[in-house]
């Protein structure tokens, strides 16, 4: 089983070269720690930031500097800070190439729930309705089964939706899943110590399995 360090150094493996990337809050934001440093990417942030470095070291923090989950940050060579309003219009126009966001629910179809749970008082969806709308690619990092092990890949999300079939891939702390349109959920990988029977009973969705399955690597 994964931790939510796991998480963040399996979806750091998806991360190509030359990609602008946003960080949702939450696991998402550990991504930043596990990027090969051999590669050149730019991390952007909704309340105006493009080029995040990883979270700074105890005595570097500068509270200044924070993403939009309010956590303190560090910033590239050649980084530049801009209003909310520029930081969505970058998003709005298509020019963030992978987004990373946790999520509560995800359906077989790709929809996310990711935003608000009844009964708790939240303050808005936040800029998760237009990173899932306008993002070339979207992967969620989140557990598989919620405390009392009900599972999170459904067939239908219950609670309110994020967006409509846009999710493409899956990292939860039992697997790595592709959404197949039409289709289900397509089991790639399974985190180490897990095997395809305990996968198929945390997914309430459709799970498609196909030859052997191997275990995340690092």
């Known amino acids: 089983m994964l931790d939510k360090i796991g998480i963040a150094k399996r979806i750091a493996q998806e991360v190509q070269d030359g990609m602008y990337i ?3 809050i ?14 050149n990417v730019v991390l952007q942030s909704e309340n105006g930031l493009l080029g995040i470095g990883p979270f700074p070291t ?3 923090v500068d509270p200044d500097l924070i993403n939009a989950g309010k956590q303190t940050i ?3 060579p050649g980084s530049s800070l801009f209003s909310s309003a520029e930081s969505f219009g970058m998003i709005r126009g298509g020019h963030v190439d992978l987004t990373i966001l946790g999520a509560m629910e995800v359906s077989e179809a790709g929809d996310i729930a990711n935003w ?3 009964g708790k008082m939240v303050k808005g969806m936040g800029g998760a309705m237009d990173l899932v709308a306008s993002a070339k690619h979207i992967i969620v990092a989140m557990q598989h089964c919620s ?3 009900a599972s999170k890949l459904l067939k239908k999300c219950t609670l309110p939706i994020t967006g409509l079939k846009c999710v493409k891939k899956i990292v939860t ?4 899943l592709d959404v ?3 289709v289900g959920f397509k089991l790639l990988e399974r985190a180490p110590g897990i095997s395809v029977d305990e996968i198929k009973k945390a997914t309430e969705g459709k799970l498609i399995v196909e030859g052997e399955i191997p275990e995340i690597k690092f």
């Open 22 to 24: 946003n960080l949702g």
């Open 26 to 39: 939450g696991i998402p934001t550990l991504v930043a720690n596990y990027i090969p440093k051999s590669l």
């Open 58 to 60: 105890e005595g570097h």
């Open 74 to 76: 560090t910033m590239m």
């Open 116 to 118: 608000k749970v009844p």
């Open 147 to 149: 405390k009392d092990g």
């Open 173 to 176: 702390d039992l697997a790595v």
């Open 180 to 182: 197949v349109p039409g």
